[in-house]
């Protein structure tokens, strides 16, 4: 049996790996797709289900959409595909992106769109990779063919979906307070007048909410105050050789913690980020 971890997160995402989980078993009988409906961006840690799953992968397909291409847990189990799972038996599937929009660690992956010869040639490795159980050559073409088009019909469907949680050019409270706090230091360690500091203050303090509502001055002192740089994107707290996962440097483990800046190692080198753009690897 041909085990298939199908990633997914948000909403085109989730839907596309669900009809894979009934498509692929019509293509390739052997093929037993692994799914969860549950976005695992909703919980901080994975079950013992979804561990389990991982161990026993033979092939995994990330589904990448324009909507999840830097969310943390897409990265996080991306990684952790590639450590289960030979990296050529991974791959990502383009719902509605191009192979020049992946960047960073999904970079490493071999590349899918809804193309008919990619798509073939990706359900061609998933039928080898269990040398166990393989359709021969002029069975799988056959049956490629009748099913194939179910598959483009529904890429397109839902690629042209607008997306449940579409997403905004407004951030977070959080994003928008750490940038500020990291301004206001740059201000005050600047040579300018404190009226001159005073006034680009104000000007940084014209953000607004992922509510739309202006962030006032005292409500941005105030979770300044409160905020706390060790804690990652989900709030875990964050110490000197946790393994962590930044969305653009890839994997790295903190080597230091120090005012407010962590440093972490990663392959690229050195590099001192801000705790809520890295995820814990727990």
């Known amino acids: 049996m041909s085990k298939i971890f199908l990633s997914w997160s948000g909403h085109k995402s989730r839907k596309v790996a669900e009809f894979l989980h009934t498509w692929l078993p019509s293509v390739l009988q052997f093929a037993e797709p692994y799914f969860t409906p549950e976005d695992i961006e909703k919980g901080k840690k994975w079950n013992s289900d979804i561990s389990g799953a991982l161990d026993e992968t033979n092939f995994g397909i990330i589904c990448l959409t324009r909507e999840n291409l830097e969310k943390p847990w897409i990265l996080f189990e991306a990684g952790a595909l590639s450590k289960n799972v030979d990296r050529a038996n991974v791959c990502t599937l383009l719902i509605d992106v191009d192979p020049t929009d992946v960047t960073g660690p999904l970079a490493q992956f071999q590349h899918t769109s809804i193309d008919k010869i990619e798509v073939k040639k990706m359900m061609k490795s998933i039928n080898s990779s269990d040398s166990s159980r393989t359709l021969t050559d002029s069975t799988f073409n056959s049956v490629f063919e009748m099913w194939w088009p179910k598959l483009l019909d529904a890429c397109e469907k839902i690629s042209s979906e607008r997306s449940a949680a579409p997403s905004s050019d407004l951030r977070s409270d959080r994003e928008i307070i750490e940038e500020i706090l990291l301004r206001v230091r740059s201000i005050e360690k600047s040579n300018g007048t404190d009226y001159e500091k005073e006034i680009l203050k104000q000007k940084l303090f014209g953000e607004t ?46 080597a230091q913690i120090e005012d407010g800046k962590i440093s972490v190692d990663f392959e690229i080198g050195t590099k001192r980020v801000v705790g809520s753009f890295l995820l814990k690897c727990q």
Not at 209 to 215: F, P
Not at 224 to 239: E, K, Y
């Open 209 to 254: 909410n992922e509510d739309g509502n202006q962030l006032h001055l005292s409500e941005i002192e105030n979770i300044m105050g409160s905020l706390d740089s060790s804690l990652d994107t989900n709030g875990n707290r964050l110490a000197a050789g946790d393994h962590v996962l930044h969305k653009k440097f890839g994997f790295g483990r903190i």
